[in-house]
C-alpha cells in the first residue's frame, strides 16, 4: 500500500502560481511512477503530468505543455507540480497517483490516489 496526501491547491488569480505537493508513504516510493491529473465538476478526471521513477523522463498534457513542470524528491518521498501562468480553465480538484506498471496517461491504469486538493483560478 502506498498513502498519497496532497497539499498546495487554494484560490489565485489568472497568471498565477501555485506549487501542489503530494507526500507518500508506505511502500519504497522510488519504486512507482508518479501522475497528476485534475478534475472539474461534470468532467471525466484528466492527465496532468507524470514522471518516471527516477525522474529522468516527465510528460505532459498538451493543455499545461510549458507552463507546469512535475519534479519529485525521492529522498523526501514527494512529487510536486508547479503551475505557473494559470488559466481560469485549469480549476479542477487535482489528484497525485502511483503507478507500478508501464507509462500511461489512463487514470485507470494508477494503482494509488491521494484524496485531492483543489486549484481554482479566477479570471
Known amino acids: 500500500q502506498v498513502q498519497l496526501v496532497e497539499s498546495g491547491g487554494g484560490l489565485v488569480q489568472a497568471g498565477g502560481s501555485l506549487r501542489l505537493s503530494c507526500a507518500a508513504s508506505?511502500?519504497?516510493?522510488?519504486?512507482?511512477?508518479m501522475g497528476w491529473f485534475r478534475q472539474a465538476p461534470g468532467k471525466e478526471r484528466e492527465f496532468v503530468a507524470r514522471?518516471?521513477?527516477?525522474?529522468?523522463?516527465?510528460y505532459y498534457a498538451d493543455s499545461v505543455k510549458g507552463r507546469f513542470t512535475i519534479s519529485r524528491d525521492n529522498a523526501k518521498n514527494t512529487v510536486y507540480l508547479q503551475m505557473n501562468s494559470l488559466k481560469p480553465e485549469d480549476t479542477a480538484a487535482y489528484y497525485c497517483?502511483?503507478?507500478?506498471?508501464?507509462?500511461?496517461?489512463?487514470?485507470?491504469?494508477?494503482?494509488?490516489w491521494g484524496q485531492g486538493t483543489q486549484v481554482t483560478v479566477s479570471s
Open positions: 497517483a502511483a503507478q507500478i506498471g508501464l507509462y500511461s496517461r489512463d487514470y485507470r491504469k494508477y494503482d494509488y
Open positions: 508506505g511502500r519504497t516510493f522510488s519504486n512507482y511512477a
Open positions: 514522471i518516471a521513477r527516477s525522474g529522468g523522463l516527465t
